[in-house]
C-alpha cells in the first residue's frame, strides 16, 4: 500500500469538514469501490468486455436473438460476482449513511455490495445480479432460484417454470434504457445535492456521467476519489487518486473524530 501523502491526509480533512456541514450529500460509486473486492472493471484493461465481445454477449437484441450466448458468459463470470463480498470502502459508505452524512447512493455497480456492507438506500442505475426477471410472463426469480435450477436442469439459458420462455437477470444490458424509477431519483437527488461525493468511477458512462453535472448547475460541491482523472476533475472541489479502501476509512474516522471533538449529534 502507497504511504499516503500529506497532501491526501490534508484533503481528508477538508472532506470531512465539507460533508459535516452538508445537508444534503449523496454518493456516486462505480466500478473503482468494487475492484477492490475482485470484481473487475467491465470496461477496464482486462475486464469482462476485452474477453467477450459487448456486442454478442452483452447486448439486448443479440440476448432476445439468442439468449445462450449472454449465459455461456454468465456461467463463467457470476461465480465471481456472486463470490465477491463488499470491502472497507463499502463498509464506510454504510456507515456514513448511518450517520446520516450521506443521504443516499446512487450505484452504476449491479453487484448488491453496497447493500451487503449495510446501506439502505441504494439506487442502482444499471440493474441487480441477483434478480431475475421472465422476458415472457414477467415473472420474478431469485438468485438462489437460478442456482438450484442451473444445478437440477443444466439448461443453459434457464427458462421460466411457468411459461418456458428465457429468464434474464435485472442488469442493463447494451441497448437497453436505464430503469425510469431509479434513473428519475438519481437525477432529482443530483439536483438537491449540495455534496455529491464521486467513488470508483471515471465518469465516461453516460447518463450516469451527467448526474455529477445536475450538481453543479444547482452549486453543488463535488469530491471525487478515483485511482485515475476523470473529465470533471477540474470543476470538482476535492480530488483524491488513492485506494478507496484506504481513504473513505480515513474519511469516516476524521469525521467521527470532528463530531466526538464538538460533542455534536446529526440530526
Known sequence: MKL????????IKNIATLLIKSK???????AGISTESGIPDFRGEGG????YQADIYGNIQSFLKDPS?????????APMLFSAKPNKGHVALAEL?????????????????HQKAGSVLVYEIHGNINRFNCLGCRGSYTKDEIVR????????????EVCSAPLKPSVVLFGECLPTFELYQSQALAQKADVMLIVGSSLSVAPSCDLPLYTLKQDGKLIIINDK?????EKAEIVIKNKIGVILPLILEE???????????ID
Open 255 to 265: 469525521i467521527k473524530m470532528i463530531l466526538d471533538e464538538k460533542n455534536v449529534g
Open 149 to 160: 435450477k442451473l444445478k437440477k436442469d443444466h439448461e443453459y439459458p434457464p427458462l421460466c
Open 4 to 11: 499516503l501523502k500529506l497532501v491526501d491526509r490534508e484533503k
Open 69 to 77: 450466448k449472454f449465459w455461456e458468459m454468465a456461467k463463467k463470470v
Open 97 to 113: 449513511e448511518k450517520l446520516k452524512i450521506i443521504k443516499a447512493i446512487i450505484t452504476q455497480n449491479i453487484d448488491e455490495l
Open 229 to 233: 482523472s476523470t473529465e470533471l476533475d
Open 48 to 51: 469482462i468486455w476485452e474477453k
Open 24 to 30: 444534503n450529500a449523496i454518493a456516486l460509486t462505480g
